[in-house]
């Protein structure tokens, strides 16, 4: 309640650097100073921000500018002797009457909505009930893509898609939080959830028993336009004393489970932020250069591995497990990690007999601007967007739930390499990208020295016109244990906001 901006003023002078969990300093300013000063937004509350949108002539505010929705002033007793009982459903439309105002004010066709935590799910329940259900109470057809009129992009900060769950408890501590409500807290669990994302029109077929919380029906909010930032550091999560991050277990940022953080389809990226404190996940470099390249990107990076028959040679109950972290020429940060060490590699289903197994396995997306400032080398403008995959592949002998060592090497990976690609954007009369890429073990300089070549040229390999779809080999030394036809595919896609007005 004390903090004007509800925490997305905030920033961080500290980042996880090394192995040993040791902090080195990085000042990262807040994400709301990075928009004003990186794309030029503006912040004008003026004492209170709905008082101002009330009095402003319509379209006379700058749409560039950022608002801030404080659902839970009407409930605590900061402003109110007799504070309101929360709702979850009048919060949500509360929000949509803000949309409204801001939209008529600004003159702006759509919102941008950007959320940590429960408002991921408030912002949830804007978009698959309370739009859909009030402008079909205005005498407009039932849409459940309603919400688009209204919000172009929706990215969210840890945000409980799936509810909370627990790792301890075997199921109890849920049934008795979602029977006895207490604090609220149901909102978290599978009946609520289904209510304030259910509307009402659609019950009758979408009913609870075949209700998933991760999913949006494919006749709604496209899922395309939303982000899942999701944390895999519960160590710094220190709410309650620990006991929350106790309690959720080692595979969550402290209070949301990894698997609970992302809607079923949508893009994501997994980062090692705790939920909120000095390790938090909004308060980050690596938060915020996922949400600038989401809300403004014009250039979807989708990854994938091809080919791969894993395990073809070894004995059943070895499992493949693959380490994944993307690097960004100019970042001090990775924006996609997943690792063994944080609980959340990518499972390699192994090659089995009769099974060949090698179709894609989707590794990650991510999103370029190919309008934004580029970083300088020796005082030039690099002309490419220049990232780096890095990849280790690593397998551990697993049989009836238990792990054997009597063969393995602790930390030693069975595979390991970066593949570093080049990307220019489209230009004037070239309407897709074009790419260059190369495996570092085959480079003979340094990775900052990588001038790629001719063979270095990814070809163009999908003749669909609206995207750009390149291949690239594993170093032959690897394809004996990889796939003698593994491979990893990059798809470039354009993208652009749809501004059609409200």
């Given at each position: 309640?004390?903090d004007?901006?509800y925490?997305?003023?905030?920033?961080?002078v500290?980042?996880?650097?090394?192995?040993?969990?040791?902090?080195?300093?990085?000042?990262?300013?807040?994400?709301?100073?990075?928009?004003?000063?990186?794309?030029?937004?503006?912040?004008?509350?003026?004492?209170?921000?709905?008082?101002?949108?009330?009095?402003?002539?319509?379209?006379?505010?700058?749409?560039?500018?950022?608002?801030?929705?404080?659902?839970?002033?009407g409930?605590?007793d900061?402003?109110s002797?007799?504070?309101e009982?929360?709702?979850f459903?009048?919060?949500?439309a509360?929000?949509?009457?803000?949309?409204?105002?801001?939209?008529?004010?600004?003159?702006?066709?759509?919102?941008?909505?950007?959320?940590?935590?429960?408002?991921?799910?408030?912002?949830?329940?804007?978009?698959?009930?309370?739009?859909?259900?009030?402008?079909?109470?205005?005498?407009?057809?039932?849409?459940?893509?309603?919400?688009?009129?209204?919000?172009?992009?929706?990215?969210?900060?840890?945000?409980?898609?799936?509810?909370?769950?627990?790792?301890?408890?075997?199921?109890?501590?849920?049934?008795?939080?979602?029977?006895?409500?207490?604090?609220?807290?149901?909102?978290?669990?599978?009946?609520?959830?289904?209510?304030?994302?259910?509307?009402?029109?659609?019950?009758?077929?979408?009913?609870?028993e075949?209700?998933?919380?991760?999913?949006?029906?494919?006749?709604?909010?496209?899922?395309?336009?939303?982000?899942?930032?999701?944390?895999?550091?519960?160590?710094?999560?220190?709410v309650?004393?620990?006991?929350?991050?106790?309690?959720v277990?080692?595979?969550?940022?402290?209070?949301?489970?990894?698997?609970?953080?992302?809607?079923?389809?949508?893009?994501?990226a997994?980062?090692?932020?705790?939920?909120?404190?000095?390790?938090?996940?909004?308060?980050?470099e690596?938060?915020?250069?996922?949400?600038?390249?989401?809300?403004?990107?014009?250039?979807?990076?989708?990854?994938?591995?091809?080919?791969?028959?894993?395990g073809?040679d070894?004995?059943?109950?070895v499992?493949?497990?693959?380490?994944?972290g993307?690097?960004?020429?100019?970042?001090?940060?990775?924006?996609?990690?997943?690792?063994?060490?944080?609980?959340?590699?990518?499972?390699?289903?192994?090659?089995?007999?009769g099974?060949?197994?090698?179709?894609?396995?989707?590794?990650?997306?991510?999103?370029?601007?190919?309008?934004?400032?580029?970083?300088?080398?020796?005082?030039?403008?690099?002309?490419?967007?220049?990232?780096?995959?890095?990849?280790?592949?690593?397998?551990?002998?697993?049989?009836?739930?238990h792990?054997?060592?009597?063969?393995?090497?602790?930390?030693?990976?069975?595979?390991?390499?970066?593949?570093?690609?080049?990307?220019?954007?489209?230009?004037?009369?070239?309407?897709?990208?074009?790419?260059?890429?190369?495996?570092?073990?085959?480079?003979?300089?340094?990775?900052?020295?990588?001038?790629?070549?001719?063979?270095?040229?990814?070809?163009?390999?999908?003749?669909?016109?609206?995207?750009?779809?390149?291949?690239?080999?594993?170093?032959?030394?690897?394809?004996?244990?990889?796939?003698?036809?593994a491979?990893?595919?990059?798809?470039?896609?354009?993208?652009?906001?749809?501004?059609g007005?409200?």
């Amino acid at each position: 309640m004390d903090d004007p901006f509800y925490g997305f003023s905030q920033g961080s002078v500290h980042v996880r650097a090394d192995g040993n969990g040791r902090a080195q300093f990085h000042q990262f300013e807040s994400p709301m100073l990075r928009l004003i000063t990186d794309h030029k937004y503006e912040v004008p509350v003026h004492g209170d921000q709905w008082a101002f949108l009330s009095r402003a002539e319509t379209a006379s505010v700058n749409p560039a500018s950022v608002w801030i929705y404080r659902f839970y002033d009407g409930s605590s007793d900061t402003f109110s002797r007799d504070p309101e009982t929360f709702s979850f459903e009048e919060a949500a439309a509360d929000l949509f009457e803000l949309i409204k105002l801001v939209l008529e004010k600004t003159g702006a066709p759509k919102v941008f909505l950007v959320a940590h935590s429960m408002g991921g799910l408030i912002c949830r329940s804007l978009l698959q009930r309370v739009i859909p259900e009030a402008l079909a109470d205005a005498g407009e057809v039932f849409d459940p893509a309603a919400g688009t009129k209204y919000v172009a992009r929706l990215f969210t900060y840890a945000t409980p898609h799936g509810g909370i769950t627990f790792a301890i408890g075997f199921g109890v501590l849920e049934r008795i939080r979602d029977a006895t409500a207490i604090q609220g807290a149901d909102i978290f669990g599978p009946d609520r959830m289904y209510e304030y994302l259910t509307p009402a029109p659609v019950r009758s077929t979408r009913t609870r028993e075949n209700f998933l919380s991760t999913e949006i029906p494919d006749d709604g909010f496209p899922v395309d336009e939303v982000f899942c930032l999701v944390g895999s550091n519960p160590e710094d999560y220190d709410v309650a004393f620990g006991l929350s991050s106790k309690a959720v277990g080692p595979r969550s940022d402290g209070l949301v489970q990894i698997e609970n953080a992302a809607v079923r389809g949508a893009p994501l990226a997994v980062v090692h932020r705790s939920h909120s404190g000095r390790y938090g996940i909004v308060n980050s470099e690596e938060g915020y250069q996922n949400l600038q390249r989401f809300l403004f990107g014009d250039l979807k990076v989708e990854v994938q591995t091809v080919g791969f028959t894993v395990g073809r040679d070894a004995p059943p109950e070895v499992v493949f497990q693959l380490d994944v972290g993307l690097a960004i020429r100019g970042l001090p940060v990775l924006v996609h990690e997943q690792s063994a060490e944080h609980y959340c590699p990518v499972q390699i289903e192994r090659w089995r007999e009769g099974d060949p197994i090698d179709s894609p396995v989707p590794l990650l997306t991510t999103f370029l601007s190919s309008k934004a400032p580029r970083p300088r080398v020796g005082g030039i403008v690099v002309p490419r967007l220049r990232h780096a995959l890095n990849l280790r592949l690593m397998s551990i002998t697993e049989r009836d739930g238990h792990f054997f060592f009597d063969d393995h090497l602790e930390q030693t990976e069975d595979w390991q390499d970066t593949l570093l690609v080049e990307i220019e954007p489209p230009s004037e009369g070239r309407l897709l990208p074009r790419a260059w890429a190369a495996w570092n073990s085959t480079v003979r300089a340094a990775v900052r020295d990588w001038d790629p070549e001719d063979k270095d040229f990814l070809e163009d390999t999908d003749p669909a016109p609206e995207h750009w779809s390149g291949r690239i080999e594993v170093p032959e030394i690897s394809r004996d244990l990889l796939g003698h036809n593994a491979g990893i595919r990059i798809t470039v896609t354009p993208r652009s906001l749809d501004l059609g007005s409200a």
